[in-house]
């Protein structure tokens, strides 16, 4: 039933834009095409993110991710999720990953590359973090339910500034 009224949904809004699209300049349309590829470009992130997370789940189930990484997230353990942000490389270096709480969300190694001329470039403190947490929320939504963010003064973006500072060099090949 739900799928049924979903697709309805769907049917219903495509009719819609269909029936605008005539009257739409190019530029128009230009930017409805940009849009949609970058909110496809998002769902897939999204995707990626949930598997990555469900791979990790079941490595952690296995004791493997606690011990490869040197971390101590056994089973029995009383101790809290890791709350330290940290960035890791793919094998590949195709990719980057943002580990908090246990949990990633992967990047391109295009977008880290922008993340980290946003966090280098000119500005106050105050303003790099209001490009860094604008981009999220423009580009990345899905940060958010990793790493959650109040907004341009929260202390989590605060340090993911200082390890994506750390993490990178201005200029180093990535």
Do not use: C
């Not at 890791?82 to 943002?98: F, K, Q, V």
């Not at 908090?100 to 590359?113: K, L």
């Not at 105050?126 to 339910?145: Q, S, T």
Request: hydrophobic share 35%.
């Amino acid at each position: 039933m739900a799928k049924k009224k979903a697709d309805s949904k769907q049917e219903s809004l495509a009719k819609e834009l269909r029936g605008l699209i005539p009257k739409l300049d190019s530029e128009g349309l230009a930017f409805l095409v940009e849009q949609a590829r970058i909110h496809i470009y998002n769902m897939q992130v999204v995707e990626l993110n949930k598997t990555a997370q469900a791979v990790n789940a079941a490595a952690q189930r296995r004791g493997a991710i606690g011990k490869k990484a040197g971390q101590s997230g056994a089973r029995g353990s009383s101790k809290p999720a890791d709350t330290t942000l940290r960035i890791g490389g793919s094998e590949s270096g195709s990719s980057y990953y943002l580990y908090y709480r246990n949990s990633n969300v992967m990047f391109s190694r295009g977008e880290m590359t922008h993340l980290v001329k946003m966090v280098n470039a000119a500005g106050t403190d105050l303003e790099i973090r209001e490009r860094l947490y604008n981009w999220f929320e423009r580009e990345r939504r899905d940060i958010f339910a990793l790493v959650p963010m109040a907004n341009k003064s929260d202390e989590r973006l605060k340090a993911l500034v200082k390890v994506i500072k750390k993490s990178f060099k201005p200029g180093a090949k990535r």
